[in-house]
């Protein structure tokens, strides 16, 4: 038998091995539950395109009130090696962002936030992308929305 080399190990892969993700079906009615359950003011999917290597803005929305929440996100995209958004696809553990006006560099729409009034974030990883929904208020631990309901 082969000795494992220290090298081959990656803690992210076999983790990611460990947690079988499902696709996230994106559908309105599905963001538009997570906004409601959770009490967020936004929910955006971020869906991995093949072609391009990419998590894309694929879809999103927004509580009642609150049409332009996040609105601008759909001009960005993330290689999965770049971002918070990233990071999450790629190691498959969710992220909770307390306070976006203090995140780091890897929160690359900061700014976005900041202008929305956005407070807190959370993210949740999926076998095809990444679900982000956030809220104005500060989230000590965010809401989780129900992961059995069938739309999600």
């Known amino acids: ?4 080399m220290a090298d081959d190990y990656s803690l992210e892969e076999d983790v ?7 696709a996230f079906h994106v559908e309105d009615a599905a963001l538009e539950e997570i906004v409601r359950t959770t009490g967020a ?3 955006i999917f971020w869906l991995y395109d093949e072609s391009s290597g990419r998590l ?5 929305s927004n509580a009642v009130g609150k049409l332009n929440a996040m609105r601008r996100s759909k001009d960005f995209s993330y290689r999965p090696t770049e971002s918070v958004v990233g990071r999450v696809f790629r190691s498959k553990m969710p992220e909770h962002i307390p306070d976006a006006s203090l995140a780091g ?5 900061a700014q976005l936030a900041r202008n929305y009034g956005i407070k807190s974030i959370a993210l949740v990883p ?5 679900l982000e929904y956030g809220t104005k208020v500060e989230w000590v631990d965010p809401p989780h ?8």
Do not use: C, K, M, W
């Not at 894309?56 to 999103?60: C, L, T």
């Not at 999926?126 to 990444?130: C, E, M, P, R």
């Open 105 to 109: 560099a890897d929160f690359l729409r």
């Open 1 to 4: 038998s082969e000795a494992l």
């Open 16 to 22: 990611a091995s460990l947690i079988p993700l499902r």
């Open 126 to 130: 999926f076998a095809n992308g990444v």
């Open 56 to 60: 894309v803005h694929a879809g999103q």
């Open 41 to 43: 003011d936004y929910s």
């Open 145 to 152: 929305y129900d992961a059995s309901h069938p739309t999600l």
